[in-house]
């Protein structure tokens, strides 16, 4: 039985972060330094340590094939819910359209550069693709997951739907979180109450000083 409770207990994230994310984080901040001060072979250097093979496994587990992770369901731990909004066709979802640059700002504003669930530091795709631009055989990122820095995939920022879109979700900032990319597509089109996690935006959020390397375009 304690095994049930454990499966439907209330949470914050389907996986705790590990170690290593943090780690990496710490790293591309001190690249960031090393290359707002010109030291470029330094930045290098600390973003190829930053792609480590933890991170990686970290972030397949959460959104790789059910059939790459048959433990997988013991992380999503879906439950039927009565009265769950259904899965609506296409036609009937609300139009997609992604938050306005204004609105994105609000919304980082208000959660900061972190998952809303697992609570790692997250960094914009416009700042990872600056990074790729300048340093592209270390900030390396191709069309398919082990072609792309684990890292900068891990701590990927995503405008996440609380209730997902495929469900009747709009896209109103009042719908939207900042999450990781392992939070938001591990999830995929399930509800928070469908795997039991708690509604973010009902808990405080902790400021830090992670400025989600956006920095680093201070320096052309
Ligand atoms: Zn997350």
């Known amino acids: ?20 994310i943090f780690l990496a984080a710490e790293l591309l901040d001190r690249a960031t330094d090393a290359h707002l001060a010109g030291d470029r072979a330094e930045a290098e250097a600390l973003i190829r340590a930053a792609d480590m093979p933890a ?6 587990s959460l959104w790789g094939s059910s059939k790459a992770y048959p433990d997988q369901h013991s992380l999503n731990r879906f439950r039927v819910v009565v009265d769950a909004p259904p899965n609506l066709p296409r036609e009937n979802r609300i139009p997609q359209r992604m938050p306005t640059a204004a609105e994105k700002a609000k919304l980082i504003d208000r959660f900061g550069h972190r998952c809303a669930f697992c609570g790692i530091p997250v960094i914009r795709k416009e700042i990872r693709v600056a990074f790729s631009r300048r340093y592209p055989d270390a900030a390396y990122w191709g069309h ?21 879109h495929s ?20 999830r995929m089109q399930w509800t928070l109450e469908e795997v039991g996690l708690i509604d ?3 808990i405080p959020i902790l400021k830090t000083d992670w400025d989600g390397l956006e920095r680093f375009l201070s320096r052309p």
């Open 200 to 202: 973010p935006r009902g």
């Open 144 to 164: 398919t997951n082990p072609t792309q820095h684990a890292a900068f995939q891990c701590m990927w920022l995503q405008f996440d739907h609380a209730l997902p």
């Open 55 to 60: 991170v990686r496994a970290w972030t397949e």
């Open 1 to 20: 039985m304690d095994a049930d409770v454990d499966f439907f207990a209330p949470r914050r994230c389907m996986r705790a972060p590990i170690s290593e």
């Open 167 to 186: 469900r009747g979700g709009d896209n109103s900032v009042e719908n939207v979180l900042i999450t990781c990319a392992p939070c938001n597509y591990g």
